[in-house]
């Protein structure tokens, strides 16, 4: 049985003056981009820019909405009912399609960004309102959720195609949620570590959690992080030994 990944990274988070990530190196390894729809980060001008890139590179074009947090990276919780969750997807799902369309590009996916991912999965109606606004938009659009989240569930009750996410370079918890960031082991530093992590995923369907009992954990798309010193190096790092593994990196079908 051949043992196949999609490989997705957060881009075009840059904005204004600012620039955040390695986005055109990066794109080489990857094959779905996650990009960021002008609320937690990104802008018109970065928005077009990185829609271009992927194309020339084919890599999955998703949107990654968050909240609307410029100041917290869209990684704090804000109080918004279900219904402003729906409003708020739509607007920036719809601001990436406009770009998809300018560059007869199609767009394959929707990832929910931080807070609101985190939110998603694990309150029931926010999922539902995310889901909804897909549905709305495009119900060809597959629904990137966290693996055994109400999100996933919310997809897939939708009638959307879901796709399970797991993390190369997060830790988990025993109920297979993500560790938090504040904590100091929530993040995994070495390539080979990271490479296990994903091996165990994708062949035996469980991950080891920080307690030390395996999970249960569907595995579709794996996360890599953008935005450390030495991103792209682990990226690469971590695709080749993925494929000396005998496992296929490729974009979802």
């Given at each position: 049985m051949e043992r196949t990944i999609d490989l997705n990274s957060d881009m075009g988070e840059s904005f204004g003056a600012y620039t955040f990530g390695a986005d055109e190196s990066l794109m080489e390894y990857i094959t779905s981009a996650n990009i960021a729809c002008g609320a937690h980060a990104g802008d018109p001008n970065v928005m077009d820019k990185t829609v271009r890139m992927a194309k020339e590179k084919d890599v999955a074009i998703g949107a990654h909405p968050g909240f609307p947090d410029v100041a917290g990276f869209?990684?704090?919780?804000?109080?918004?009912?279900?219904?402003?969750?729906?409003?708020?997807?739509?607007?920036?799902?719809?601001?990436?399609?406009?770009?998809?369309?300018?560059?007869g590009v199609a767009m394959q996916h929707v990832k929910p960004h931080g807070a609101l991912y985190n939110l998603a999965s694990r309150d029931a109606e926010v999922a539902?309102?995310?889901?909804?606004?897909?549905?709305?938009?495009?119900?060809?659009?597959?629904?990137?959720?966290?693996?055994?989240?109400?999100l996933v569930d919310a997809?897939?009750?939708?009638?959307?195609?879901?796709?399970?996410?797991?993390f190369a370079d997060r830790t988990y918890q025993p109920d297979g949620s993500l560790t938090p960031r504040t904590e100091a082991n929530a993040m995994i530093e070495s390539a080979e570590a990271a490479v296990q992590q994903v091996r165990q995923m994708v062949e035996d369907g469980k991950i080891?959690?920080?307690?030390?009992?395996?999970?249960?954990?569907?595995?579709?798309?794996?996360?890599?992080?953008?935005?450390?010193?030495?991103?792209?190096t682990f990226v690469r790092q971590l695709r080749e030994m993925m494929e000396e593994a005998g496992i296929t990196v490729r974009r979802l079908k």
């Open positions: 869209g990684r704090r919780m804000i109080a918004f009912s279900p219904e402003e969750i729906y409003r708020m997807t739509i607007q920036q799902i719809g601001g990436l399609q406009a770009f998809c369309q300018v560059h539902r309102a995310i889901a909804s606004a897909v549905c709305g938009l495009d119900r060809s659009l597959i629904l990137f959720g966290l693996a055994g989240s109400k997809g897939r009750e939708a009638g959307l195609r879901v796709a399970s996410e797991v080891k959690a920080v307690s030390g009992e395996l999970v249960e954990m569907e595995a579709d798309t794996v996360c890599v992080h953008g935005d450390g010193p030495h991103a792209v």
